[in-house]
């Protein structure tokens, strides 16, 4: 490998990157209400109907302010879709020469979208099926996982 300035082949430290992490999502989560809030202003002072009259776009600002405020949480879901992404990396390179490797994640039993052979004998097709999967169930796990919902916002989110 080359050298890289300044890299001694330490790996970071761990609380910088968390702290690091968390004023990004407080940085995100102020400028997301700004913009919403000269939305919702611009729109009164135009008195135009809203174009969101099922308030999805609420629920959704709602999520995001309660998933931001738990950095921490939020960091441990990203760290899990990680370590899933290097375990399907490194299982799609064994197979794409040769290997044999179990699946790092497979489709729900009775889920028809990948019934076609294709999904699981060409390793490109393979690894985009799978990729799909983690991410949607860590976009689905992650939303369901927010704390503090109300019923209704909590099911506008998770449809």
């Given amino acids: 490998m080359i050298d890289q300035p300044g890299n001694n082949g330490s790996f970071p430290d761990a609380t910088k990157i968390s702290c690091s992490m968390a004023d990004i999502a407080e940085v995100s989560q102020n400028l997301i209400t ?5 939305q919702t202003s611009q729109k009164s002072e135009q008195g135009r109907k809203s ?3 099922l308030n999805i ?3 959704f600002m709602e999520m995001t302010t309660r998933l931001m405020a738990d950095p921490a949480k939020l960091m441990q879901a990203n760290m899990k879709l990680w370590q899933d992404y290097t375990s399907l990396w490194q299982n799609a390179a064994t197979q794409m020469m040769g290997g044999e490797t179990e699946h790092a994640v497979t489709p729900e039993p009775g889920d028809r979208r990948f019934k ?3 999904w699981n004998e060409n390793d490109i097709f393979d690894y985009t099926k799978q990729s799909y999967l983690l991410t949607s169930r860590w976009l689905q796990s992650t939303v ?3 704390e503090g919902l109300d019923a209704k916002d909590a099911q506008k989110v998770d449809f």
Avoid: H, K, Y
């Fill in 34 to 38: 700004d913009f919403l809030a000269r």
């Fill in 57 to 59: 776009g609420g629920a």
């Fill in 144 to 146: 369901t996982g927010v």
């Fill in 51 to 53: 174009l969101d009259p």
């Fill in 116 to 118: 076609d052979a294709s």
